[in-house]
């Protein structure tokens, strides 16, 4: 039984509301913050990757590209070994957006925080980072864990 009723998963879609409607107005979808998202955590990545990645049509990613490109928020440079391929690098207008991005983000939580004291800010502080490490942890091992305990819960439905 899930005792939190999701409510992280529904704080956490309240801010990417405010957040994306925020970088609408640098011209940026959530598709698009994806893109440059994946570009910056991996420079020199081509569209296939990109592709392979986010789990989006090549053809899409392609448009995407053209389209931040056009924007000034990644630059291309030829494959020396693939003349049909080019890495993709984030510009430093990509650069200035993630720090956009999380003071946006900063700021919406530091807003919701606002009306609890400091200790309870702290304790919630602290178990957020208890939470936390236990899901990077999961993540690192590839979600086996989680894929195990939903695989056997959908069995048991099935019975």
């Known amino acids: ?3 939190t009723k999701r409510k992280i998963t529904k704080i956490a879609r309240e801010v990417n509301k405010f957040t994306v409607r925020t970088l609408k107005k640098d011209g940026i979808g959530t598709s698009e913050f994806d893109v440059i998202h994946v570009i910056r955590k991996h420079p020199g990545i081509t569209q296939k990757k ?5 789990g989006i049509d090549k053809a899409a990613i392609a448009r995407q590209c053209a389209n931040l ?3 000034g928020y ?4 030829q494959n ?14 990509a650069e200035r957006l993630k720090k956009s991005k999380t003071h946006i983000e900063s700021s919406f939580y530091e807003w919701l925080l606002e009306d609890l004291t400091k200790e309870e800010q702290q ?4 178990l957020l980072d208890i939470l936390y490490l236990k899901c990077k942890n999961e993540s690192k091992a590839n979600f086996t864990t989680m894929t195990d305990k939903i695989e056997s819960d959908y069995s048991y439905e099935k019975e």
Do not use: C, W, Y
């Not at 990644?74 to 440079?77: D, F, N, Q």
């Not at 020396?80 to 207008?93: M, V």
């Not at 304790?123 to 602290?126: G, H, I, K, L």
């Open 1 to 3: 039984m899930d005792i």
């Open 50 to 54: 990109i592709s392979n990645i986010l």
């Open 69 to 71: 490109e056009d924007k």
């Open 74 to 77: 990644l630059k291309r440079e």
């Open 80 to 93: 020396p070994h693939d003349g049909r391929s080019q890495f993709l690098f984030a510009t430093e207008k």
């Open 123 to 126: 304790v919630f502080s602290n």
